[in-house]
């Protein structure tokens, strides 16, 4: 049998339905706010990292920026991967691949449009490496070059039409010929973003930019991933024996670091929806103070007959209990519905949706809803418990 | 008279401290109130009898003086102690009913038993008292404000009743009733009288005092007669 006290607080609140229903929806939103959030999240999240994990068999090596020479005091600067650092590269990664990447920015002209981009320089035949084309073939000329995606849609590109490399109005501006176009690749963790870039030859590149014995990055394709770490460490011994020389990072430490800023995103938005439930707090606070004021009378004659203290806070926690189990269930029935039309709207993909990653953020969104309810009911509860019997008899 | 009242004042006074300034309730009251008995408290509008069954129903305790309960102190009791006396030692029949306005005629009358036993009571003893006060069966699953004033004020009795109290405290337990009606409750508290029950009834009705046994008169805080 149940607990009298519940039942009274059940009867409270059917008495005061509509009052009760717009405490709850308060509830709702709040629930909703936080799962809602919370799942796009975490849906962000698992999407990126699956969108990123492909790539994690890479190691990236770049330059420090900045060196200090030790006799001169002023600081001279480093901006590549020198010669002789990729031949230690090359020996530390056995026999895994190692690749060579030169890059930089540029404007180009493709007809009578002007247009600024990246510009790779890549051994052609590393490209096959890491790269699959989409259309077309990798350069075999001189002047051939592959585009990323993007650029091909929004320049109209085809296979064999020239583009004009350097700034307009420059006079004998190199031209370059396409020869293959790159699929779609995204954000890509190994550093290297084709969609809107051109990718040469390495011969063509550093006989325009120079710099033909120093690189910008150098990409270490290992053929075991679970060697990834002893890769780093090898590369590491050797090349940065003396001093800090090149840094060396994986995706998966970018995998992490993204995963931490969305997780930081994450947990943002979820305190914006959380604010929402601090507003549904004020109303059930609102709502269980009215309760208690309404019922002064009944609290007296309750204390009078013999009541305890305890008993009257719980019957009135029990009330704000009720709200907060109403407002989460339908709250958590709202989050499922309207989570999902969010996430399916702003990612586009749902396959993560009911991971328990994502759909956690419900009953996790419904149990901050009960407790909020519970603790907004506790000084109205203590309130009730300890009026004065004779006073509260005499307020009719 | 035994050595040992049911109910012993000695000495009491209570004092509310009011902006106007303090006043005296009860002023050096002391009496006893012996098993058994049924005494009327009578005074005119002000005179402290409601003063007095606060005292006596423990809801609140002198300002000075000793004020004996069963025995027991009420000055030196916990809050709780009182609470569980007021439970189980003392019934209290209001003017006004003072129903569960959510509770059910049966609810309210089974209410005190939840309060002691902390569960529903499956003794039927609830149902057995609401008889007893001649409450109609069929009327059990009613809410008080379903019911006639008899009815709510023969209910207010059984749930005086339930725990087997001692002391029935009345406050104007007619007040609010037709004579016919207050007769019938009348007759129900004489009933109790006889079953060995204290009953003690505050009222500024000369007729329903007559009932009692012995009639203890306040005027302006003081006993001036019993």
């Not at chain 1, 890479?58 to 991967?81: H, L, Q």
């Not at chain 1, 990664?93 to 493709?110: C, E, K, M, S, W």
């Not at chain 1, 002047?143 to 995606?149: E, P, R």
């Not at chain 1, 309404?294 to 009720?322: C, Q």
Request: hydrophobic share 40%; charged share 20%; proline share 3%.
């Amino acid at each position: 049998m149940r607990d009298i006290f519940f039942d009274l607080s059940v009867r409270s609140v059917r008495l005061n339905f509509m009052r009760s229903l717009l405490a709850s929806i308060g509830i709702v939103i709040g629930v909703v706010a936080i799962s809602s959030m919370g799942m796009l999240g975490a849906n962000m999240q698992l999407s990126v990292k699956q969108q990123l994990s492909s790539d994690v068999n890479t190691v990236m090596i770049s330059s420090d920026v900045v060196r200090t020479t030790s006799n001169a005091g002023t600081p001279s600067t480093s901006e590549g991967v020198t010669k002789s650092q990729l031949n230690d590269i090359k020996n530390a990664a056995g026999t895994n691949v190692v690749i060579p990447i030169h890059r930089t920015n540029t404007q180009f002209t493709i007809g009578s449009t002007d247009g600024r981009g990246s510009i790779y320089g890549f051994d052609p035949n590393d490209i096959e490496k890491f790269l699959t084309l989409d259309v077309g073939d990798i350069p075999r000329g001189a002047n051939d070059a592959v585009v990323g995606s993007n650029l091909a849609t929004n320049f109209n590109l085809v296979v064999g039409t020239r583009i004009k490399i350097g700034p307009p109005n420059t006079a004998d501006r190199p031209t370059i010929r396409v020869s293959g176009i790159l699929p779609a690749r995204g954000f890509a963790s190994d550093g290297i973003n084709t969609d809107n870039a051109i990718i040469v030859g390495d011969t063509w590149y550093t006989n325009q930019y120079g710099d033909k014995d120093v690189y910008n990055q150098v990409n270490v394709i290992v053929k075991n991933v679970d060697t990834i770490s002893a890769v780093e460490t090898a590369i590491d011994d050797k090349v940065n024996r003396k001093t800090q020389v090149i840094r060396i990072s994986d995706a998966s430490s970018r995998l992490t670091s993204i995963t931490q800023t969305l997780g930081t995103i994450t947990t943002f938005i979820l305190a914006i929806g959380g604010i929402s439930l601090v507003v549904a707090a004020v109303s059930i606070f609102n709502v269980m103070m009215m309760s208690v004021n309404e019922r002064v009378h009944e609290i007296g004659i309750l204390l009078s007959i013999g009541t305890e203290k305890g008993e009257v806070r719980r019957m009135f926690l029990y009330e704000a209990f009720i709200l907060g189990i109403i407002g989460a269930g339908v709250g958590g029935i709202c989050s499922l519905v309207i989570g999902y039309s969010v996430v399916s709207a702003m990612i586009g993909n749902t396959t993560y949706f009911f991971l328990p990653d994502s759909i956690l953020y419900v009953p996790e969104g419904m149990l901050i809803g009960i407790v909020v309810c519970i603790v907004s009911g506790v000084y109205p509860a203590w309130k009730a418990s300890n009026m004065d019997p004779i006073d509260a008899l005499r307020s009719e | 008279m035994s050595e040992n009242p049911l109910i012993r004042l000695v000495d009491v006074t209570k004092v509310y401290h009011l902006e106007s300034g303090d006043f005296t309730a009860l002023n050096h009251v002391s009496l006893d109130i012996m098993e058994n008995e049924f005494v009327a408290i009578m005074g005119p509008s002000g005179s402290g009898k409601s003063t007095m069954m606060n005292q006596l129903g423990i809801l609140d305790v002198p300002t000075s003086g000793e004020l004996f309960i069963d025995g027991k102190n009420v000055a030196l009791m916990t809050q709780l102690e009182r609470t569980h006396m007021r439970r189980d030692t003392i019934g209290y029949v209001f003017q006004k009913f003072y129903l569960i306005p959510l509770l059910s005629a049966y609810e309210n009358v089974e209410y005190p038993l939840i309060l002691r036993y902390k569960h529903r009571d499956a003794t039927g003893k609830a149902a057995d008292v609401l008889k007893s006060v001649g409450f109609d069966k069929e009327m059990s699953s009613h809410r008080p404000n379903q019911l006639s004033g008899g009815q709510q004020q023969r209910v207010a009795i059984a749930r005086a009743l339930v725990n087997d109290p001692k002391i029935i405290l009345c406050d104007e337990p007619t007040g609010n009733l037709d004579r016919k009606t207050g007769l019938q409750i009348m007759d129900l508290l004489v009933g109790l009288h006889q079953r060995g029950k204290t009953v003690i009834l505050v009222t500024h009705d000369a007729k329903i005092a007559e009932y009692a046994h012995r009639t203890i008169e306040l005027d302006d805080g003081r006993v001036v007669g019993s």
